[in-house]
Structures are given as C-alpha cells and as structure tokens.
C-alpha cells in the first residue's frame, strides 16, 4: 500500500517565466470561450495567446497524446459480462472463520468482524456483520507507527526498520508485525517448503521476496569492468546488506525479540520491510486498517487524519451487505484498470484481473469498443494511450497543487500569478477534448482524474479579483460544463451515495446558481439537452443541491464523540 510521492519535474517559477515570455497584451478573455458579444476582437486574440500558451504547457507536462502507430492496437480478451455494478462477493457469516488477533483494541469498531477464510493473500480480512448504510463510520485507528522524517517523499527502505526498533514500545510493535501478511509463520516456513508449491499465499510470498533480493541482493565482490552505474548499483546493495546487519545488531543489543524469544535475524528484517510495505499507508502503518483488503471499486474510504488528529476514519462510501467483504482502494488516485492492474502488481504481487469488469464499469475501461490489453496478460509493454492521458493530468495535478500552494503562502498576490491557472485551464480542457476524442469513449474512466482537476483549477482562478465579468461568467460556465459531465462518470464508478458526488453536485448547484442570477444565456449557449429555459434550470439546480444535501447528511462528523477520553 505504501506510496512514495514523486517530486514534480516542473516548478512553478519555470511555468511563470513561460507565461510571462508569452504574454504579450492584458488578456481581456484569454479563453474567449463565453464572453460577450463586443468584447470578440480582444477574445480573438487573446484566445490565439492562451492557445498557443496552454499547447506549449501541455508539452511542458508531458509529450503530445499520440497513439503508438497511428492506432490503438488492442485484443478483446474479456467479453462483456452481464451484471449489476454493485453485486459484490458476499460471504455466509456463518461459514467464516473468526479470528482475533492479540492486538491493541482500534479507537473505535464499528459493526466488522475479522475473518480468516478469504480467498485472496493472507486470507484475512474484516466483513461487515450486519447491513451497513452508507457513511457508515466502522473504524478509527491512529497509527502503530509514523513514518521517519527521512522517509517522507523516497523509496521504502531501512530508515523506517531503523526507527520502528528505536521506538520506545520496538517490541510490542515487532510483534504486531509478526501477524501482517506476509506473516512471519509463514516467511519462516517459505524457506522450509517446496518453491513450486501452489498455495496462493506462499506463491506471492515468494514474489514479494524475490522482488527485494532483486533489488537489494548483491555478490559480495563489486567487479572491475563495469559502468559507473551498474558500480554504483552494487555498492548500493552492498551498503543495504550492511545496513541489514546493523539493524540485527542494535534489535540484539536492545534486546528486542521475536515473540517467540528467538533472536531478530536478517530475514526478520527483511520480513519487517515487506510488511510495512504491503500494509503501510501514506499518513502511517495501522493495525486493523491493515486488514482491509482492496477492490477496484472499493465500499470503504479511509479518510487521512486532518488538522489536529493524529487518527484515521475508514467509512462505508455505499450499503454494505452482511458478510460483504469491506474494501478500499490502495491506490491514491483513480486510473485506468490497465494501470490498477500494472501497479497492484508492482505494489503487491497480486494481479486482480479483469473479471470483475462488469456492466458500465467495464465500458468505462473501453477504447473504442476494446479493452486495451494488459502487459501482465503479456499485451505490449510500450507506453499506452492510457498511461500518456494519466502522466499528463498527473503532471498538471502536480502545477496545480504548486501554484495553489504559492498563491495561499504569498500575502500578497499579484494578479500575475492568476496567468499561470488560466493557461492551465486551457491545457486541462486541451488534454480532456484530445483523451475523449482519442479513447473514442466519452465516458472513459480517465476522463474523471481531468474533469476533476478542471474544476479544481476553476476554483483558483475564479479568485482572481482582476477578473472581468465575461471571464468570469467563461469560467462559471465550464466549471458548470465540467461538473455536469464528471457527476455521471463519478456516479458509475463510485455509486450514488459516495461523498465525491456530494462535492461534485455541490460545484454544479453553485456554478448554476452564480449564472441563473448573472447570465442565464450563458447557461443557454451550454446546449444541453433540454436545458434552455429559466425553468429547467432552476429546477435542476435545486435538485442537485438537494442531492448535496442528503450526501452529506450521511457522513457526520460524529468520530470526535468516540475519540473523546
Ligand atoms: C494489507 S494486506 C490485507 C490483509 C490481508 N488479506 C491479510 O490477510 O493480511 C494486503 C494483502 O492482501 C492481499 N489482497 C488484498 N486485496 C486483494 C485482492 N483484491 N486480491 C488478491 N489479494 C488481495 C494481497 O496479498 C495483499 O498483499
């Protein structure tokens, strides 16, 4: 589960002396999207600027969106499978297996049990023990353990083994540890069994071991006639191994045990590394969030710990059935199955496969009308259209969460600075016309990571002060465009009840809102259907703030009434 952030490659100050090199004139609408009529020469040019601008940011983030060949070269190896979206694998309560492990009690357990017959690695994990409704708070949890200081923003490594033995309470936490997947039993009894034995859980134990041989083991002798790079590899591994030693040496001296008594060794350290990383959060390790296993289209949140708490809330997102498996997403960000797939298996040894793509989930992970092959079913390895659409919203996510950070910190913010967020406006719009176009699927599942960033970026500019009317009344209305077409998209991926929606609707019912009273012929010139009468419009927008409204209500904010001494 464990995520490194990676550190942006383009900074703000390189973006603001591009846009300061291109701009020429006091845009008057830069976009000239939806402006009045007698500002068009002005928009016209202004326009042309942000166009040119918004393309050479858009190659700033990442190359152009190409396809390969000039074609998306696909198999269809899943047919479309008929289903409802929302069945999910129920367990008979009375066939599971209960266990309770000698863990510290969570803050807070809701309505879960802890099971231990699942058919997926480790075998555990919690279900729901009666019929749960959405926003359902069923655990807070603070962390066994935060991360070192040296950790933050690099690869998982030994730093963290190093402070969780210098922890005042090591040995209590070593011996939790014991019990993460990939346990210590059964670490232990992989060295005594056959490699080509089929259980599930000694298979991936073994993937997940080779994968740190590979990256740590090393000969003992660095050679002579090597790069610079290959050398430098090799003394990296040679400094791990060290390292590794050093760590059995300060557990001995601290006399910090396994729970059995016998001394930690070097596999125990390597063991303890696996562990944290297949069952480490960003924000910490926690116990029993550790036991929530994944799924792609998840009924649980964790929700990170916010200003002045140091715990962590995991909630329902949708009605969990009795027995139902409780799931998150390990992955931070929403991405195409092609790439969930690819980074489960990077991250965890796991593959989930594809038969779980079912109904308008499944459509919403077509090219064309193909599923793009996978390079864990030995499809190409090359770069895919769906990895370049991601690497680009990723990157201009990146600018966003940059410049926004700098327009919060400085106190005095020049209307300069507001260039840098509406050429990134038009580069997301860019980037969201060409994925559409090039995916040929209007509801690919890409296209919500962008129109989500599109409203984000809405948000900041709309601050502007300097803003005129009409750029204003542009910016109202493709946030407006936005939200109405992201809240479907989010509603077959996430379900009706879960508070992204809530968020969504919110923006809409406040974009629509602003307009109805300033302009409602801008609201005209969107053309959607059905959409061109005062009426229509005010109706809808009470009906998606009351659908805010009734989201909301179902996440309370009642975790502080059980963190209370
Ligand atoms: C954080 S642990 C979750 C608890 C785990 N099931 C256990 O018994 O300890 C993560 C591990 O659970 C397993 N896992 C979680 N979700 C899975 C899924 N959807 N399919 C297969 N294995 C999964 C994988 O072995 C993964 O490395």
Known sequence: MFNTPHSPTYTYKQLIKQV????????????????????????????????????????????????????????????????????????????????DLAWPDPIYKGKILLVSSLPLGGGRGYVAS????????????????????????????????KHLLETSNASQLVHDIEDFHPTKEHVDSHHHIDDTTDNENYEQISRMIQTLELEYSSSSEVEED??????????????????????????????????????????????????????GLESGVYRHVAMLNHDDYPNCTKLFPTDG?????????????????????????????????????????????????????????????????????????EQSLTDRIESATEELEKMRTEIEASIQL???????????????????????????????????????????????????????????????????????????????????LLGADHFDIARTSLDLANAVSELLSRSVKTLYELKLPSMNTFGVWSSFEQRIRKEHIRIKALYPHDAEQHTKP
């Open 20 to 99: 300061q090199m291109e701009k020429e004139e006091q845009d008057e609408d830069p976009f000239g999207l939806f402006g009045d009529d007698d500002d068009d020469d002005d928009e016209l040019a202004a326009s042309v600027n942000a166009m040119a601008m918004a393309s050479s940011l858009v190659e700033a983030a990442n190359e152009k969106i190409v396809l390969p060949h000039g074609n998306v070269t696909t198999t269809t190896t899943f047919a479309k499978r008929p289903g409802n979206d929302n069945e999910r694998q129920r367990e008979d309560l009375s066939s599971l297996k209960t266990l």
């Open 226 to 279: 090597i790069g610079t790079e290959e050398r430098h590899h090799q003394q990296q591994q040679q400094q791990f191994q060290h390292d590794v030693v050093v760590l059995v040496e300060i557990a001995r001296e601290k006399g910090i045990c396994s729970r059995d008594g016998s001394a930690l060794t070097a596999i125990d350290i390597l063991r303890m590394l696996l562990a944290l990383r297949y069952n």
């Open 410 to 492: 400085s106190p005095t913010v020049s209307a300069e600075i507001y260039e840098i967020p509406k050429a990134m406006e038009q580069s997301v719009l860019e980037l969201y016309q060409e994925s559409k176009q090039q995916l040929e699927n209007v509801d690919h599942i890409v296209l919500i990571p962008i129109l989500s960033l599109h409203l984000e970026i809405c948000a900041t500019v709309i601050k502007d002060n300097s803003l005129s009317n009409s750029m204003q009344l542009g910016v109202l209305a493709r946030q407006t465009l936005s939200a109405y077409r992201l809240l479907p998209l989010q509603k077959s």
């Open 130 to 161: 009666e019929t749960l409704p959405p926003g359902n708070l069923i655990l807070i949890e603070s962390p066994m353990m935060e991360w070192p200081e040296e950790q933050l923003g690099t690869k998982l490594g030994l730093v963290s083994i």
């Open 309 to 381: 708490t140091s715990y962590s809330e995991v909630r329902t997102t949708r009605t969990v059935q009795a027995g139902e498996n409780l799931t998150i997403s390990y992955l931070s960000r929403v991405v195409s199955h092609a790439s969930r797939r690819k980074l489960l298996w990077e991250q965890h040894r796991f593959d989930i496969g594809a038969s779980h793509l079912k109904g308008e989930r499944y459509r919403m992970e077509l090219i064309g009308n193909k599923l793009p092959p996978s390079p864990l079913d030995g499809g190409s390895v």
